[in-house]
C-alpha cells in the first residue's frame, strides 16, 4: 500500500534529487527579469579581476565610487518616474547649478552665519527645485509641449540665467557652516589592514575603519523611500499606468495631467538636494561647470537599471544598480589606464546595449 501511495503522490520540485532540482529551477528562470542583477555581478567581479587588487582594497576606492556615482543617483531616482511616465528631463544638470547658486547667493546677502542660517537655505533650496520641476511639468502637460522640447528649452534657461546672474563667477559660500554636511560622514566599518611603526619599523595587524559618507545614507534613504512610493502607492501604480497606455489610463479616470506633472516636481526635489550635497562639499557652485553632463547620467542610470525608454515599467533598484555600474565602469577603465577622452564612449556603448537589450526582451 505504501508502494501505491508512493508511485500515485504528487512529486515535488526535488523529487529527482538536487541535480534535477536546480535543473527545473534553471529552465524556468526568467534571465531578462533579472539582466541588471546578472550585469552588476559579471561587471563586479571583471573590474575585481582588472583592478585587482586596488579596486577592492582599501575599500576607501569602493566608498569613493558610490559618494561619486550619489550626486547622479539621487537625481535618477526622480528621473526614474518622470522615464516611467513616458517622459524624459534634460534639464537637471542646468537646474542644480541655479538652484545651488541661488541658494548659496541668498545665505551669504540675507540670511547670515548661523546654523539656522544654512538650515532656511536648505528649504529654499528644495522649494526652489521642486517649483523649477513643477515649471517642466506644467509647460508640458498644460502648454502640451513635448518633453524633450520643453526640458531642452529650460536646460537652456536655467544655465544662462545662473551664468548671468554669477557673471560666470564661482560663487562660494560665506557661511562657516555650509562646508560641514556635504563632505561629512555618519559611522564606519572596520576592515583588517597592516600599519607599520615609525620608530621600530615593524609592521603589525590592526583594524581600521573606513567612514560612510552622507551623501551614500541620502541616497540610499531616498531610494528606500522612492521605492515604497513606486511599488506600494496608488501614485506609483497610476505612473506605470499612464506610461504603459496613456490612453487607457485616462478612460479609467485616472488625472493623467496631474500624474505626469508630479514626477517633474520629484525630479527638481532630488536635483535640489544633489546641489546642496555637491556645493556644499566643494562650499560653493562652478555655474558653467557643476552639473554638465548630469542628465546623460542620470538617464543612462534609469536605463542601465532596466526602465523602459517608452515607459511603463522600471524599478528604483534597478536605478541604484545602474548608477553604480556607471562609477565602476568609469574606475574599471581608470585603472586599466585608459584614457580618460574614452570614458564617455565606453559609456555611451553601455547605454546602446542597454537599450538593444530592452528591444530585444520586449520582441521575445
Known sequence: MS??????????????????????YLKT???????????????????????????????????????????????ALGMTFIIISGGIDLSVGSMMAFAGGITIFLLNRFLGNSVWAVALAIVFCLILGVVCGFLNGFLITK????????????????????????????????????????????????????????????????????????????FLILAVLFHLLLNNTRFGRYVCAV???????RYSAVNVQMIKLIPYCLTGFTVAVSSLLWSSRINGIQPSQVGSGYELDAIAAVVIGGTSMSGGK????????????????????????????LQQAARGLVIIAAVLLQYNNNRK
Open 314 to 341: 522600471g524599478s528604483i533598484a534597478g536605478t541604484v544598480m545602474g548608477a553604480v555600474m556607471l562609477g565602476i565602469i568609469n574606475n574599471m577603465l581608470v585603472l586599466a589606464g585608459v584614457s580618460s577622452f
Open 3 to 24: 508502494n501505491a501511495a508512493n508511485n500515485t503522490g504528487v512529486k515535488g520540485p526535488l523529487s529527482g534529487g538536487p541535480a534535477a532540482g536546480i535543473k527545473n
Open 29 to 75: 528562470f526568467k534571465w531578462n527579469e533579472h539582466s541588471t542583477g546578472l550585469g552588476f555581478i559579471l561587471l563586479f567581479i571583471l573590474a575585481s579581476v582588472i583592478g585587482w587588487p586596488r579596486f577592492l582594497y582599501p575599500p576607501a576606492n569602493l566608498m569613493n565610487i558610490i559618494r561619486m556615482q550619489s550626486y547622479t543617483g539621487i537625481i
Open 143 to 218: 502648454g502640451r509641449i513635448a518633453p524633450f522640447i520643453t526640458t531642452l528649452g529650460t536646460m537652456a534657461i536655467f544655465r544662462s540665467l545662473i551664468l548671468h546672474f554669477s557673471k560666470a563667477a564661482n560663487i562660494e559660500s560665506a557661511n562657516p557652516y555650509y562646508q560641514n554636511f556635504g563632505p561629512g560622514h555618519f559611522l564606519s566599518f572596520p576592515y583588517p589592514g597592516l600599519q607599520t611603526a615609525a620608530d621600530t619599523g615593524q609592521t603589525r595587524f590592526v583594524w581600521l575603519f573606513q567612514p560612510i559618507y552622507i551623501p551614500i545614507w541620502i
Open 243 to 249: 506610461g504603459a497606455n496613456e490612453q487607457v489610463a
